[in-house]
């Protein structure tokens, strides 16, 4: 394969292949997530981009393997930058993509070093264990979640075995190894049980500039007593309600909480809200039951949006130009279990909820709240919808997701 790219690439000017195999490999590796945003998506078309995708980062050029890393991070993650607009500092969006454009472009540029095929393949196996910046939202494992291949490590390491050893045998037996791809092959994941219980998933669509707005807090307010009585009219045995859905302290507001424990005697709740307490600001969950209410902190932080990955020095600065001061969120130390209507349910609110830490342990199902206004509109739904399933099928669980903006649903 690597002679026919040399004598293809000799028949055109350097740079134009370079960028033709580079922008390729980028659309190659990104395809599923877009063919999913647009409910188009085969697992065939998948699997075949997928393994082109990494046959190419093998076999490419080094500085195509540049192109392609700038072109996947502007792919994946445009969107990212959209939410700086509601710090006051909207200049900052173009900056942020870019940005993680160059990240990405670093991610995989180490793929650059070297032409050596088997040495690209161990590397690109290693990339799939780091986490630039604590932000884990780029999974090499990824590009098979929808596809006929699996998504444990395992199977990425047979895929890449598979295109690598082709380079090192004779003619006559070149491409035998591609055959260990079989081994690989996930035609039906393992399906996770529901949960016993009639939950009641609600979407919500407020726009993220009225979110936070004084006037916005009654309607806010009056739409979660609203689904509260619907879901209780239904028949249904749980509610859950989006992140932040009341965007305010609710453990300040002790009128709301105790209309919320009245309820709780005939539905059980999960609401989304923040919490107070002893001069810190956490994003928690509030799970109402039988009169009674658990609170549920957040244990994984966004990166560069609930908290800075970086030296207490640099996080006073970057708090400071760009978040007008405000301190970063507080984490809890472990994810919350709780029970209700006998059934347990592992805690997750947004981005943790695409985290390995959510699923350690004895987890079957997990309720997740998001807030996905930040980003829109954008293709962040559907990638966070992605990992989920990635995650929930790696740990065979069901994520029962409530979002405002889109991604609500049972995702397993």
Request: glycine content about 4%; overall charge neutral.
């Amino acid at each position: 394969m690597i002679k026919t790219v040399q004598n293809f690439r000799k028949s055109i000017h350097p740079l134009s292949f370079d960028l033709a195999c580079g922008i390729t490999a980028a659309l190659a590796f990104s395809l599923f997530i877009y063919l999913e945003h647009f409910g188009l998506t085969y697992r065939f078309a998948n699997t075949l981009s997928a393994l082109f995708a990494l046959a190419l980062f093998l076999y490419m050029p080094k500085r195509a393997v540049l192109i392609a890393g700038f072109f996947i991070g502007l792919l994946w993650f445009y969107w990212i930058g959209y939410s700086f607009k509601y710090n006051g500092v909207g200049w900052m969006s173009p900056i942020v993509t870019f940005g993680f454009a160059i990240i990405y472009m670093l991610f995989f540029g180490i793929l650059a070093f070297t032409d050596k095929v088997y040495i690209r393949a161990l590397l690109l196996f290693a990339l799939s264990f780091f986490e630039p910046f604590d932000f884990n939202w780029l999974q090499i494992e990824l590009v098979f979640v929808e596809s006929y291949i699996g998504v444990f490590k395992y199977q990425l390491a047979l895929v890449l075995l598979a295109l690598t050893l082709p380079n090192y045998l004779k003619k006559t037996f070149r491409y035998l190894p591609l055959f260990l791809i079989l081994f690989a092959l996930e035609f039906h994941p393992s399906a996770a049980k529901d949960a016993p219980l009639k939950i009641k998933l609600v979407s919500t669509d407020v726009k993220q500039e009225h979110k936070w707005l004084r006037e916005s807090l009654e309607p806010a307010v009056l739409m979660v007593f609203e689904e509260i009585q619907k879901a209780i009219r239904e028949h249904y045995e749980l509610v859950v309600l989006p992140e932040s859905v009341l965007p305010m302290f609710l453990n300040h507001n002790p009128m709301i909480i105790e209309e919320l424990a009245k309820y709780s005697h005939d539905i059980s709740i999960v609401v989304g809200a923040l919490l107070y307490e002893d001069e810190q600001n956490f994003n928690v969950s509030y799970i109402f039951e039988n009169g009674e209410y658990t609170i549920a902190k957040k244990v994984v932080l966004v990166p560069f949006g609930e908290y800075i990955p970086l030296p207490k020095f640099a996080q006073k600065i970057i708090n400071d130009i760009f978040f007008a001061g405000q301190s970063d969120f507080i984490q809890a130390k472990t994810p919350t279990d709780f029970t209700l209507k006998g059934v347990k349910f592992r805690n997750a609110i947004c981005y943790e909820a695409t985290c390995q830490e959510i699923y350690e342990g004895d987890v079957n199902f997990v309720i997740a709240i998001s807030n996905n206004a930040w980003f829109a509109p954008s293709i962040e739904p559907t990638l966070q919808k992605l990992l989920m399933r990635y995650y929930g099928r790696k740990n065979g669980v069901t994520i029962y997701h409530s979002a405002n903006w889109r991604g609500s649903g049972v995702v397993k």
